[in-house]
């Protein structure tokens, strides 16, 4: 596999491989434009992430949570719209402690994805994007959407 990179002449480009090879414009071996200090062990357990990237990664989770969410519960408004019969499967159904769970997992994630995206709105005005002010909204959505999870299980039960 090929690499371009720039060698330490100024101007000029070459080709060579990633074992650093001599390189085809003369040079005895081309420079990385890399750090070299850069990890070897890629083991995701062992990264500790910022706060800033478990908000943005949950932010996405939660969105293909409510991604396949909104279908079961689409699924159950049609059931439920189709007759009375259906109607009533479906309010039995939600009464078990095991839907209440669900919907109350459903609701988390609006509340996180709802919070999470308000932030973005607010960094899309040009609040917060600093490094101090993305850690600050971080933890003020994880504090923010916490309360909220809560009083939605509160409302459920």
Not at 36 to 50: A, F, G, Y
Request: charged share 15%.
């Amino acid at each position: 596999m090929l690499a371009v990179v720039t060698p330490m002449v100024t101007g000029t480009s070459c080709r060579c491989l990633p074992d650093n090879s001599p390189c085809s414009l003369g040079l005895s071996k081309c420079e990385y434009a890399v750090n070299s200090q850069r990890p070897v062990n890629l083991d995701l357990r062992t990264i500790k992430l910022p706060n800033t990237a478990i908000s943005s990664i949950l932010h996405r989770i939660t969105g293909v949570i409510l991604f396949v969410g909104i279908a079961v519960l689409l699924y159950g408004l049609d059931k439920s719209l189709a007759s009375e019969q259906g109607f009533a499967e479906v309010k039995e159904c939600l009464t078990s402690p095991l839907a209440k769970f669900v919907v109350w997992g459903l609701l988390s994630g609006l509340m996180y994805h709802l919070t999470a995206g308000i932030r973005h709105l607010i960094m899309d005005l040009d609040i917060g994007v600093t490094l101090e002010g993305g850690k600050l909204g971080a933890n003020l959505v994880f504090i923010i959407s916490a309360i909220l999870i809560v009083l939605m299980g509160v409302w459920i039960w």
